[in-house]
């Protein structure tokens, strides 16, 4: 029982993976349509960071279940700490230069269709 | 599974490709900072996915070197943005007391 | 049989993508006045074709890109703009004939020799059938590391490499004491006040 | 030196895992390696209470699992407002009081909050964090408080 349980895991696990890689990879497009959307500097940054979470994540659980043995599954994993330590950092840093070189952000709503207006109101 | 793995590696190429309209467009240097930061995530990722489309994963070494270099290296730019020189310590922390260790 | 022409088709693809992304980012860098964003693209740059490299099998050459290209050179760029000031000045539009004839010729001429190269990894290249086969056929015993290009660079070719090395390093230290990373540079901006 | 045991333990695993090879030279060249880093950062003072905080990885790992699924859920709402037709985002910037006092428990907190879509940590001013939101919704007072008492608990032990 257990065993077949086993032999479905590893028959499925090229097919998770390559699920996996595809929602991290269309997930890495939508953070980089938002950079390219967003008005200003402090908002493209909430964007990015969609690739640098959910993205990776996705795509690092994609390339664990696709991999060999343990070896690659722990550089996997090592990757992904790394881009989780130096991601925010980074991100911190970017924002805090911007803050202290006297970047203003943009606040309040932001310009929208009259016809949405009225139907979210 | 050949045909998606090689699907989210083009998904992957066409958002390098869109940051790369953000890093030409950028109007402050503060977007092309991250740009460029988010597309050495973003290489990183399409270097690991590489490997396994390629059937070879010790490609994942060079991504691993990657995400740390990519990562110096920003640091380095916005030390250099912060301070105009790189002799300045980052932490401005006084020698703590020695104790323990 | 079928597959094989179509992973190739894929390689391909992405070949061509990658480097038409490294073409736009070279108009970029030609084009561009603001010194600043010709080094974060020269970072962009590099970072490509580090994945470009990884691509054709060149491992090591992608591994020396990575740390040299993305990570130093930036570095060293911003350390150099701190010397001089933030934007290149226009050029007078005939100054620049004599260059792009220079390019253009020396593009001709590689693409003229790059009609006689044998096919990417043909096995009867001569790369392939002379001294490459005896060192990956032999290395694994005589130096027992795993990467062929680590035995063939730190043991046959050992000294070779460390006089590489010597070099490399030399001119990475005369460049750092050159610009001197900042001590000038940080007392002239901090006199004049500053950002921007 | 119980510091540097456990930089020694991380040095030996991780090298052990990057090569996963047994041959009696690579593993004496991992070793001097090894050694090399740890006298290195001996020799830079990097090793000290702040920077391996080995008591509390079990409480930073519970933290963990709930910070990830909080970023699970902040991505959801930033990746509907990047696909979105109309561009409907409230971006505000606030001050957040926080609770901790230890510098590990404010770069805890202050990271997570940059770790989680939708909120940028700018600046730390004493107790104060400068926090850049894309939704004023989810800035307003008292948003943050739950992550705040949660890592000052993970960083210093210490109930609200």
Request: net charge neutral; charged share 15%.
């Amino acid at each position: 029982m257990l065993t077949d349980a086993i032999e479905m895991f590893h028959l499925a696990r090229p097919w998770l993976g390559g699920i996996f890689c595809l929602i991290g990879a269309i997930l890495t497009v939508i953070g980089t349509v938002g950079v390219l959307r967003f008005p200003d500097f402090y908002t493209r940054l909430h964007a990015a960071s969609i690739t640098d979470t959910a993205g990776a994540t996705a795509l690092l659980v994609g390339m664990a279940f696709m991999a060999p043995g343990w070896v690659v599954v722990a550089k996997v994993a090592a990757i992904w700490v790394f881009l989780f330590l130096t991601g925010p950092t980074a991100s911190h840093a970017i924002a805090n230069a911007a803050h202290v070189a006297g970047l203003e952000p943009l606040i309040g709503r932001m310009w929208r269709d009259t016809e949405t207006e009225s139907e979210e109101e | 599974m050949n045909l998606l793995l090689a699907s989210s590696a083009a998904a992957l190429l066409i958002a390098i490709v869109l940051m790369l309209i953000r890093t030409l467009l950028g109007p402050t240097l503060y977007d092309r900072v991250l740009a460029v930061n988010s597309f050495g995530t973003m290489t990183v990722l399409l270097l690991g996915l590489l490997g396994f489309a390629m059937g070879r994963p010790d490609f994942l070494d060079i991504a691993l070197l990657y995400s740390l270099i990519n990562f110096v290296s920003t640091i380095a730019i916005l030390k250099f943005f912060r301070y105009r020189s790189f002799q300045v310590s980052l932490s401005r922390r006084v020698p703590a007391p020695k104790e323990g260790s | 049989m079928e597959t094989v022409a179509v992973s190739d088709m894929g390689l391909a693809l992405a070949n061509i993508i990658l480097l038409t992304i490294l073409f736009v980012v070279g108009i970029a860098i030609a084009r561009l006045r603001s010194l600043f964003a010709i080094v974060m693209l020269s970072g962009v740059y590099s970072l490509v074709s580090a994945t470009w490299f990884v691509m054709l099998d060149a491992v090591d050459v992608a591994f020396t890109e990575a740390a040299v290209g993305a990570g130093l050179s930036t570095a060293l760029l911003l350390g150099g703009m701190l010397l001089t000031s933030r934007t290149a000045k226009a050029e007078k539009p005939f100054a620049r004939l004599a260059p792009f004839i220079v390019v253009l010729a020396t593009g001709a001429i590689l693409i003229y020799a790059s009609v006689d190269l044998p096919a990417l990894g043909d096995p009867d290249s001569p790369v392939n059938t002379g001294v490459g086969r005896e060192y990956l056929e032999r290395h694994y015993g005589e130096m027992g590391f795993p990467n062929v290009v680590t035995s063939i660079l730190a043991s046959y070719r050992g000294f070779d490499t460390l006089g590489e090395t010597a070099v490399v390093f030399t001119a990475g230290l005369a460049v750092a004491l050159l610009l001197g990373f900042g001590e000038r540079s940080l007392a002239e901006s901090i006199r004049k006040g500053g950002r921007k | 030196m119980g510091y540097f045991l456990g930089l020694l333990c991380a040095l030996v695993v991780f090298w052990y895992t990057m090569s996963g090879m047994n041959e009696p030279l690579i593993l004496g060249l991992g070793a001097v390696s090894v050694i090399v880093t740890m006298i290195l950062s001996w020799r830079l003072k990097v090793v000290d209470a702040d920077s391996s905080p080995y008591g509390r990885i079990i409480a930073f790992l519970v933290y963990w699992v709930w910070l990830f699924i909080e970023i699970l859920k902040a991505n959801w709402r930033v990746i509907q407002a990047c696909v979105k037709a109309d561009l409907d985002i409230n971006p505000a910037l606030v001050k957040v009081k926080t609770v901790c006092r230890s510098d590990l428990a404010k770069t805890t907190f202050a990271n997570s909050i940059t770790l989680t879509p939708g909120t940028v940590t700018l600046a730390v001013e004493g107790d104060k964090l400068l926090v850049h939101a894309l939704y004023e919704e989810d800035a307003e007072p008292g948003a943050f408080d739950e992550m705040d008492a949660l890592s000052a608990r993970a960083a210093d032990g210490r109930h609200k």
